[in-house]
């Protein structure tokens, strides 16, 4: 069993409210030990901030990698650091900000 999950991880962002936004995210740079740039990897936004996303992946990613992150419609690309991260067998469960504001991207109501 997980012990460990997006939900779990959730819970250090108070305003983070559940979505489910298919992304493919490239990681570009940042942390050195994650390998190099270029990595890609489809992924499910599984909850969100004005200013955070909050996701589970494959990928090994580290504490201050740069991301960008795309949606299939294109209203949703940008580019994120990782700012908080669980390792988990098989999974990377990430928290990422992003580098500049996107206005609108998750409604609340």
Known sequence: MQTSTVAELARFFPEATPVRIPVQFTRTGGGEAAGIPGIQESTVIEFGTSREVLFSCTTPLEFADVLRLRNSDGSLDTE??????????????VAARFLTSVPNWIVKP
Do not use: D, L, R
């Not at 994120?80 to 469960?93: D, F, H, L, R």
């Open 80 to 93: 994120a650091s990782v700012v908080a991260v669980q390792y988990q067998p098989g999974a990377t469960i």
